[in-house]
């Protein structure tokens, strides 16, 4: 059997491999990924369902980094519509706008708990300039640090405890500074406490990016994110990479640098100068050889949080205007609701529209074990419950489970991410991507890092790692 040597294997077609491969091939050096799915994109990619496109929720490309936006941009074949994000959330009976305005919310709130939240805030702002603060270990900390217990207690606990299935306080801090880190927080602070001191209640305007954390305008393609991952995957290969879809990876021998694969039923052998692994942490652990108990402890106490997301086929063009709907409320299933056709009109058949409606889980959580039939119905009497939408609209459904969708951080996770990563990454391997570093990244830090492993592995001394690298941009 002939072995092929390639400069680089990559374990996994996702974003941050595809992003190693363009980089590492755009200088010449040869590439092969592995993918285990018939599909590359990984959790950005799209689903083609009878004349739908669908992502998991929604895939909006959105960086700070102005070389990154100009590479993905000029992608080949790739076409994206530049989108002002639009989007609410349900609190209080009604729908308001989100990334909150706080005097929106203040004034949306039964009176005592307005009153009670303003006076918080306010005293926060001047307590926390004489508060003696250490690091601030959980994400509870964070929040009332910057905002005060009484917002806590009421834009910060419902959404967060829902989504993670977990008191903010035993999350760590870093899910909240790789969130909302940075510049634009501390402006809309400013302007939050200039608005309601001089009693300005207009609104923001939607395309001041500078001013809504996590607002301003992204990029989207015609037909789902998908397109982004293909253009990727054909600048990688018109410079000479190879990918392997249905791949599956059978062993990593990282002192003789050998991945042995099976694909259409034959074994296949390879060798390689550097690894890259972008697959989930305990996965790639058991590929390969080398074993320890210590990183075994800390693989058994890291966990990834699983996603289910439920799609519901609508019989009319547009049930909102918004990109996302937020829904923190306990008694309501999902999380999010996300409608296509306000992404791009090629999304779904003229006349229909479609949602996305993402509930997280780990798999022994009730609602990961409910049928589809039971989601289905939950989601859309729920969705009746919020004046979303009605039965009738409802032409058909779908559901789709995602595992290892989001890292989960709870207050130790560092510590044993430390010793997992130290281990792993052995003799030219290197751990990349959200999945891959267990790194709360999205797609532009994913794809951003994975041109950095690749000019780190080019450089003369370089780390051939990016598990320090700080993502430039401000990350969403
Ligand atoms: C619900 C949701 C919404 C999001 N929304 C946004 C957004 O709006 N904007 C944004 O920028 N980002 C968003 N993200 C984040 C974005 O999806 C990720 O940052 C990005 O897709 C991660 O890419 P990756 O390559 O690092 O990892 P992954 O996409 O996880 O890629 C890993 C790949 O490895 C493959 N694999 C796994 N095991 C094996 C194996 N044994 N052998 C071979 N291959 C294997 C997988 O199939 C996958 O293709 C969202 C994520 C989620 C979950």
Redesign the pocket.
Known sequence: MEIKHYDYVV????????GFAKRITDHGKSVLI????DF?????RSIEHNGFYLD???????TNNKELLNEVMNLPGLEMKKHIKKSRIYMFNRYLKYPFEIQQLLAAMPLHQSIASGFSFLWNQVAKRYRKTNKLQSYKEWFIHLYGKQLYNVMCYPYTSKIWRTDPKNLSADWADQRFQGENMRKLIKRVIKKILTLDFSSYNLKDDSLAPDGGPFYYPMRGIQEMCDALARAATNNGAKIEIE???LSVNTENKIVTYSLNGQEQTVTYGGLVS???LQ?YYN?QERKNLEVEKSLSEIKYMD?IFVYLFINKPQLSNDHWLYFPDKDIIYNRAVEFSNWSPLMCPEGKTSVCF?ITAFQDTKEWQMTDAELVEKTISDSIKVNYLERSDVESSLVVR?K???PFYDLDYKRKLDIIVNHLEHNNTAL?????MFKY??????IESGFALAEEFLKEGGKNSVYEYKIKAVSY
Do not use: M
């Open positions: 374990l996994g077609g996702g974003v941050s491999g595809l592995l993918e285990k799915e590359i994109g990984g959790l950005s998991y929720c929604a895939h909006r490309f959105h791949a599956n990876v972008t697959i989930p996965t590929l996603i993402d995602v290892y969708a989001y990349l991507g959200r999945t891959g990244n999205n797609s532009d830090n994913s």
